[in-house]
């Protein structure tokens, strides 16, 4: 019921940054929480940022000062952008929505892809 694209990923030397997009599309839905996961081979998956309806956002410790969540509603696309990257950085990130089924009131998660992103020494 609802699709995540997401784009943005690639390969940079650490001091770097990236910028992730995830845009959401659904039938019947309003969308809630937005946010940004990530996780290492053998490891288990973490958040990294993630924001809500209103704006208000959550973000790692590890990342707290480097990276900025933000969202476009009119869009229902998501954003994260990633500066001052570190090797420590590199992972698999991958777009989380929360969404509401507007006739039963029913809160799901939906998960995009994954996109990879490699921070180079």
């Known amino acids: 019921q609802v699709q995540l694209v997401e784009s943005g990923g690639g390969l940079v030397q650490a001091g770097g940054s990236l910028r992730l997009s995830c845009a959401a599309s659904?039938?019947?839905?309003?969308?809630?929480?937005m946010g940004w996961y990530r996780q290492v081979p053998g490891e288990q998956r973490e958040l990294v940022a993630a924001v809500g309806s209103g704006g208000g956002a959550n973000y790692a410790d590890s990342v707290k000062d480097r990276f900025t969540i933000s969202r476009d509603n009119a869009k229902n696309t998501v954003y994260l952008q990633m500066n001052s990257l570190k090797p420590d950085d590199t992972a698999v990130y991958y777009c989380?929505?929360?969404?509401?089924?507007?006739?039963?009131?029913?809160?799901?998660?939906?998960w995009g892809p994954g996109t990879q992103v490699t921070v180079s020494e």
């Open positions: 989380t929505v929360q969404a509401r089924r507007w006739f039963t009131g029913r809160v799901d998660d939906y």
């Open positions: 659904g039938t019947s839905v309003s969308i809630n929480t």
